[in-house]
Nanobody, 120 residues
Framework: VQLQASGGGSVQAGGSLKLSCGASGSIVKINAVSWYRQAPGKQRELVATIINGGITTYSDSVKGRFFASRDSAQNTMVLEMNGLKPEETGVYYC???????????????WGQGTQVTVSS
């Protein structure tokens, strides 16, 4: 199983970006999906999580601005980010708990990260 994140880039403060994460491999079921970010010199922090049933939770700092979704049929996940702030610059990672056909390991699987830069 592999996760591939994309969609990062550079925007000005207040701008928007949409990140995507595609899962591939012998996937039976994606049980939960999360987005994390890591600012320079800081610990990785949880941004959003979608669990089975579509329940989505967000960190307080992004509520109302970021929106996470997933397409189960396509095994893709999206994080729409609006009103971006300079302090949200960092590497964004997707993370998933996945049941695979050929492994007892269920995760977490991590994408490679995509850089988001927000300029003031």
């Amino acid at each position: 199983v592999q996760l591939q994140a994309s969609g990062g880039g550079s925007v000005q403060a207040g701008g928007s970006l949409k990140l995507s994460c595609g899962a591939s491999g012998s996937i039976v079921k994606i049980n939960a999906v999360s987005w994390y970010r890591q600012a320079p010199g800081k610990q990785r922090e949880l941004v959003a999580t979608i669990i089975n049933g579509g329940i989505t939770t967000y960190s307080d700092s992004v509520k109302g601005r970021f929106f996470a979704s997933r397409d189960s049929a396509q095994n893709t996940m999206v994080l729409e980010m609006n009103g971006l702030k300079p302090e949200e610059t960092g590497v964004y990672y997707c993370n998933a708990l996945i049941t695979a056909r050929d492994s007892q390991y269920t995760g977490p699987y991590w994408g490679q990260g995509t850089q988001v830069t927000v300029s003031s």
